[in-house]
């Protein structure tokens, strides 16, 4: 999707005083040049690049909880270049096109990943951004039973950074990328990769039959002895004493999992009446060090970066597990964050001992932010609160049957995304009244500030286009995304408890972008920018030409200009 700056003006969804983005034209690059070896301009190349994402990190976080990192994410904020106004500029602001998009250099538009999951019109079932039926799940530690599952990138429809890498470099990249979650871990890599991992319950580090063959031994050795046995019993306390803490720690509206309450300390094992145990590891900031302490591993046996470039990717779930139950204020957040920031130092410190200071670069962003809790908001005589899809497709289906007869007109609603059944939406273009009734109906649903119908999404722009219909382009897939789409009130979230994001609104769309390392010049940086500028400048430093990129080269931030012939 190509749309002019000029004639999207400026995408502005600030809400209580948060930022804006200007639109941006996607740019074709020009064609890949030729195989490229390391040995030229080996000096100016770095030999590793590190890409860091942390899942549902909000911007704000740095100037609200910032002051008391002390380690790696204070590291990369005070010696790295800070992208102080950066942020998404499209609508479905979710886990999976967030990877995807950051990963690429274009949005979701032209990389074909929406939400994490949509609702596939061909076969009829809910399909996800990672799903493959012919691959079959790796696990590298024994349990009761097998993983299951097959996931790849095949769904994703353009090159990673670290696909074009294995295609234009010789000798050709190491590509490693892990996170809890496949969608994370894959997008991250790409199509292929020499060890791509996220961590399923029956098999501890996971991958598939898409990016490997058998197991990998040295992750088979190293899920032998982690998590740690201190990791996996005890409890989660705080790292710091209460008062360094703000807020209350037993915020309105908070969801922990079952088995917790909202107040610290949480246990990380709990018997249940059955006589089960309940793990609850996986929620806990210990399952990010587990994700640091593999990438340790990684660098080591693979021995990353010390002959030629290769490429290292971790995405840090934790603050999106413990944001959704806890949400952006509460303790929990804050203590992810302090521990979170360690287990980065601990990284980059070995990267310093393993690598070499100034012989790698790092990038660090994230993929979406979050809502606050809407009771919270609510507490403080705000207008929030939840928006409940579940009854919207019988009430369509009731007045759509009273004018047409008697049918299933819907066939799903997705999060903000609502389907219809083959052929009802273009009988629907052809029929105001009861185009105009949907819409009607869709927009009375308590906490839905506005309904847009495809047709005005993939209408020619203009200079006075509502904001959200030009989020709305950049995230639109056509045959992936739904026939039309509410937009949520500010505040209000699509979810029944806790909290959870993928609005337009800035809480959701504003994100760190941080560089470090080799080529970069630290300091402050003001003016647009999205993750999508992240690859570009990635590419530039590595001396590659990504086919396509809707970003640019962060030129302002990079120490020595690029290679005459970079895009």
């Known amino acids: 999707m190509r749309v002019s700056a000029a004639a999207l003006g400026v995408l502005v969804l600030s809400v209580a005083g948060t930022g804006t983005l200007a639109g941006r034209d996607g740019r074709q690059a020009p064609p890949a040049p030729a195989r490229a070896t390391t040995t030229a301009n080996a000096t100016e190349r770095p030999r590793l690049i590190v890409f860091l994402s942390v899942d549902q990190f909000r911007r704000d976080y740095i100037g609200r909880y910032g002051a008391r990192w002390t380690s790696g994410l204070a590291r990369l904020l005070k010696d790295g270049a800070v992208f102080d106004e950066a942020a998404y500029p499209y609508f479905h602001t979710i886990t999976c096109p967030g990877h995807a998009t950051m990963s690429t250099g274009v949005y979701p538009a032209t990389h074909g990943v929406p939400p994490n999951t949509w609702w596939d019109r061909t076969s009829g079932r809910d399909l996800t951004c990672t799903d493959e039926p012919g691959a079959k799940a790796i696990g590298h530690r024994a349990g009761p039973k097998a993983p299951t599952g097959g996931h790849s990138a095949h769904l994703l429809r353009v090159p990673t950074l670290a696909d074009v890498l294995r295609e234009q470099l010789t000798p050709t990249p190491r590509v490693v990328s892990m996170s809890i979650k496949p969608r994370a871990a894959i997008m991250l890599a790409g199509h292929a990769g020499d060890v791509v991992l996220w961590y399923t319950p029956e098999g501890g580090p996971t991958t598939s039959t898409a990016y490997a063959g058998s197991p990998i031994p040295f992750i088979r050795k190293f ?8 990791e996996l019993t005890g409890q989660w306390k705080k790292l710091l004493p209460d008062d360094a803490y703000q807020n209350e720690d037993d915020g309105p509206g908070e969801h922990p999992p079952d088995g917790w309450t909202s107040t610290f300390p949480h246990p ?25 302490h593999m990438a340790m591993a990684a660098v080591d046996e693979m021995k990353l970066g010390s002959e030629h470039l290769d490429y290292l990717a971790v995405s840090f779930s934790e603050v999106d597990t413990t944001g959704h139950g806890f949400g952006p204020d509460s303790h929990e957040i804050q203590d992810v964050l302090l521990r979170l920031d360690r287990s980065i130092g601990e990284l980059l410190d070995h990267l310093d001992a393993k690598v070499g200071k100034g012989r790698y670069v790092v990038a660090l962003t994230g993929d979406h932010g979050v809502a606050p809790l809407p009771e919270r908001r609510k507490s403080q005589g705000e207008d929030a609160g939840r928006v409940n899809v579940k009854p919207l497709a019988v009430e369509l289906d009731a007045a759509l049957s009273a004018r047409w007869g008697k049918g299933t007109y819907v066939s799903r609603i997705l999060y903000t995304d609502i389907y219809f059944a083959p052929g ?17 109906i869709v927009e009375r649903t308590p906490g839905v500030a506005k309904a847009f119908r495809t047709d005005q999404v993939v209408a020619a722009p203009t200079p006075n286009d509502d904001p959200t219909l030009v989020a709305l382009r950049y995230s639109r897939v056509p045959d992936r995304t739904g026939d039309i789409f509410l937009v949520p009130r500010p505040f209000w979230v699509v ?33 647009a920018v999205s993750p999508v500028d ?28 690029p290679n005459a012939t970079t895009p």
């Open 268 to 292: 990380l094992t709990q018997t249940r009446t059955d006589g089960t145990v309940m793990s609850y590891w996986q929620s806990t900031p210990a399952a990010d060090a587990f994700l640091a």
């Open 223 to 230: 899920a032998q002895s982690n998590p740690t046995p201190s």
């Open 424 to 440: 009802i939406y273009a009988r629907l273009e052809k029929d105001a009244a009861a185009m105009a009734e949907v819409i009607g």
């Open 495 to 527: 979810t029944a408890a806790g909290t959870t994001h993928g609005s337009p609104y800035a809480y959701d769309r504003e994100v760190p972008v941080l560089l470090f390392g080799a080529g970069i010049k630290g300091g402050h940086y003001g003016g």
């Open 534 to 561: 992240i690859v570009p400048t990635l590419a530039a430093l590595a001396g590659v030409h990504m086919p396509k990129t809707d970003g640019r080269v962060l030129r302002e931030a990079l120490s020595t200009p």
